[in-house]
């Protein structure tokens, strides 16, 4: 057992509680930022066809003529695909961007990307301007592909051990409510309509506006505070605002411990994180399971859902309260999620979802193949939907943005999420790119790629990926330092000797 090892048995531990200024810290990080993911997620998908008649209509107050049908699907496609794009880039913004400004601080910086898009989009009808649009899908993706990043790192970094897994679950969930809330407004009865469409996707600017407010009076990160910032004091302060009592020193002696096991590696760059060993099955996980839950088919599911349903003999008309139901079930599961993950652990939550994702791809290409022969497959496809969302939820939704947190230590988590988030994103682009082609090519067959996928993920979570529940950071990579051979969590003398010292910092 190492010195650092001993220490942290001799730190006597106290289970945290969820305070009321941990819980509003929380629910204010992930309602401002996390549930705008989501919201912006959903919200075109309901007034697609009449975002589609304002653009030939402005292009035909400008020219005289309507687009052509292929410019048209082009406009369209680019507007969606701004999206996962702006994700991609403000995912390359977060090291930069929470080494200098903090967790809390890029929060609030993150808000400009909502604020101002939601603007533009409320006012593009009146402007006469689809190019708005299109900007602000790009800025909204980036306020996404921060808040994305961001909010799991601040909310892993501010809660006490025992409640990491809970609350790391808390802006999954939160994007789910976004989501469920954008497919509720935008129901053809509420503001799915001419008039209300740009309503719709201007509301985006109430979370980010009540964050703004709310959250300079919560804390920053305390390991941002006494680690990167080197303020003891700010950082102690933090602590017993968070954890409601004064001794906080057994807390601030872990954080200490992880510090000295850092000092020498600094603040860790994406490409010296590819070099170092110490970090190698770390960085394999990370790319592995952030891949596994985009590549797994869940924006394909939601995608085949609408034909599913209608093949089940749903109403044209009623599919859109079938979808709104579909997304109340991602809530509960996500919910459930929340009160699971501190008794089941993360590794039993990821096998499970992974596995009942598995099957359900399996089930439904069945089903799919069969519909055509059999009466009541249909019904068999909505079943397996339905099971896909559930297992989603449980595991591969939540779980991979919280293993970040917490496989990495202060210096490399930035860099880490910068990983992590660029996988996420390009992964959610090349399905959404992909996917009607695979369609088209393979038809009831897609799903098999995605069952493959999963069927992969699951196999390597079960042989790597250790559980994570109840563990300091240190004690969680101590475990890591066996899988990559090496003598300490960070041999950052004998690793980064080699490595030109300008390649340390971001």
Request: net charge neutral; glycine share 8%; aromatic share 10%.
């Amino acid at each position: 057992m190492s010195n650092d090892e001993e220490r942290i048995e001799d730190i006597v531990s106290v289970p945290g509680r969820l305070t009321p200024v941990l819980a509003l810290a929380t629910l204010i990080a992930a309602f401002g930022s996390s549930f705008q993911y989501g919201y912006n997620v959903a919200a075109v998908n309901s007034p697609a066809e009449l975002m589609k008649a304002f653009y030939n209509e402005t292009h035909y107050s400008r020219f005289s003529e309507y687009i052509s049908e292929f410019s048209l699907t082009l406009l369209w496609s680019i507007s969606v695909s701004m999206f996962p794009f702006g994700g991609f880039v403000g995912s390359l913004m977060v090291g930069p961007l929470v080494n200098r400004l903090g967790r809390k601080g890029t929060l609030l910086f993150n808000n400009i990307f909502s604020i101002v898009p939601a603007i533009l989009m409320g006012t593009s009808k009146t402007a006469r301007s689809y190019e708005m649009i299109i900007l602000s899908r790009l800025l909204v993706g980036i306020c996404a592909g921060l808040s994305s990043n961001v909010v799991p790192m601040y909310l892993g970094e501010l809660s006490p051990k025992n409640l990491r897994g809970a609350l790391g679950v808390v802006p999954q969930l939160f994007i789910t409510v976004g989501i469920l809330v954008a497919q509720i407004v935008g129901l053809r009865s509420l503001l799915a309509t001419e008039e209300g469409w740009p309503i719709l996707l201007g509301l985006t600017a109430i979370p980010a506006a009540l964050q703004l407010l709310l959250l300079p009076f919560f804390p920053e990160s305390p390991r941002y505070l006494l680690i990167q910032k080197k303020d003891a004091a700010a950082a102690k302060n933090a602590l017993k605002r968070l954890r409601g009592w004064d001794d906080v020193d057994a807390e601030m002696e872990e954080i200490q411990l992880e510090d000295e096991a850092e000092k020498a590696a600094g603040i860790i760059s994406v490409l010296t994180m590819f070099r170092m060993r110490s970090l190698r099955w770390q960085v394999i996980s990370i790319i592995i399971l952030m891949g596994g839950q985009q590549l797994s088919g869940v924006n394909a599911i939601y995608y085949y859902a609408d034909q599913i349903y209608l093949s089940a003999g749903v109403k044209d008309q009623d599919v859109q309260y079938v979808t709104v139901g579909t997304g109340a079930v991602n809530v509960l599961m996500t919910i459930c999620a929340v009160f699971v993950v501190e008794y089941l652990g993360r590794r039993a939550l990821l096998l499970l979802g992974f596995s009942v994702c598995f099957i359900a791809c399996c089930v439904l290409t069945v089903a799919l193949a069969l519909q055509d022969r059999v009466s009541w497959m249909p019904y068999i496809s909505i079943v397996c939907v339905i099971c896909y969302v559930i297992g989603h939820a449980l595991g591969p939704s939540p779980i991979p943005a919280l293993l970040i947190t917490e496989v990495f230590l202060q210096s490399s988590r930035s860099a880490a999420y910068m990983v992590g988030g660029t996988v996420h994103w390009l992964s959610n682009f090349a399905v959404g790119l992909v996917f009607p082609f695979i369609q088209v090519g393979l038809g009831a067959y897609s799903f098999i790629i995605f069952a493959v996928i999963c069927l992969l993920t699951t196999i390597y979570i079960f042989l790597i990926v250790p559980e994570t529940k109840g563990k300091t950071f240190v004690e969680i990579n101590h475990i890591f330092t066996k899988m990559n051979k090496v003598s300490d969590v960070h041999p950052a003398k004998d690793e980064l000797k080699d490595i030109p010292l300008s390649a340390v910092e971001l």
